[in-house]
């Protein structure tokens, strides 16, 4: 039994640790103007606009905090930073009650496409160097883990809200 909880103690800490090296600030020279969430809203905005060209660009703020995976009021917060910076312009429909929507501005679009190449390079040569079925087998479990992480959590936090 031991052995066991020494085993999964070496687990938990190593897929924590890997968590933490995956999502660090080591890639500092392709996120040199935005970070991993910003560049997650560009793509996101870009990726939507050219499919989708009914809404003009726009994309709702209760669409990026769907696709974060965040409550609205973080995303606003993240939303406000990004325009700031001149990446996105927010705006309203009607008088704010009908929707909160943001469109990309042009330095934007500059920002997102230099990252966008900077990352293609990279994961070019890293796909080169383990192969394209390992990485494809790779993101396939990464979204499985992903997943069943998410659901654990959330009965994690029914229980903690039953127990109160």
């Known amino acids: 039994m031991a ?3 020494e085993t999964m103690n070496e687990i938990a800490h190593e897929i924590t640790y890997r968590r933490y090296l995956l999502s660090k600030d080591d890639a500092k020279f392709m996120f040199k103007d ?17 499919s989708d ?22 995303t606003s917060k993240l939303i406000r930073e990004m ?21 990309i501005t042009e330095h934007g679009m500059n920002v997102y496409e230099e990252t966008d190449s900077k990352l293609r390079d990279f994961y070019s040569n890293v ?6 079925e390992k990485i494809v087998q790779l993101l396939q479990l990464m979204k499985e883990f992903d997943s ?17």
């Open 3 to 5: 052995e066991k909880n």
């Open 34 to 50: 935005i970070g991993i969430a910003e560049y997650i809203v560009l793509h996101y905005i870009c990726e939507h606009t050219e």
């Open 53 to 74: 060209s009914i809404y003009s660009g726009r994309i709702y703020l209760s669409e990026i905090s769907e696709k974060l995976n965040l409550p609205i009021r973080k």
């Open 83 to 103: 325009n700031g910076k001149n990446l996105l312009n927010w705006d309203h429909d009607g008088d704010g009650k009908d929707g909160t929507y943001v469109t």
């Open 127 to 132: 796909l080169k160097k383990i192969g394209k």
């Open 148 to 164: 069943v992480m998410r659901t654990e959590l959330e009965k994690m936090e029914e229980n903690n809200e039953t127990d109160e």
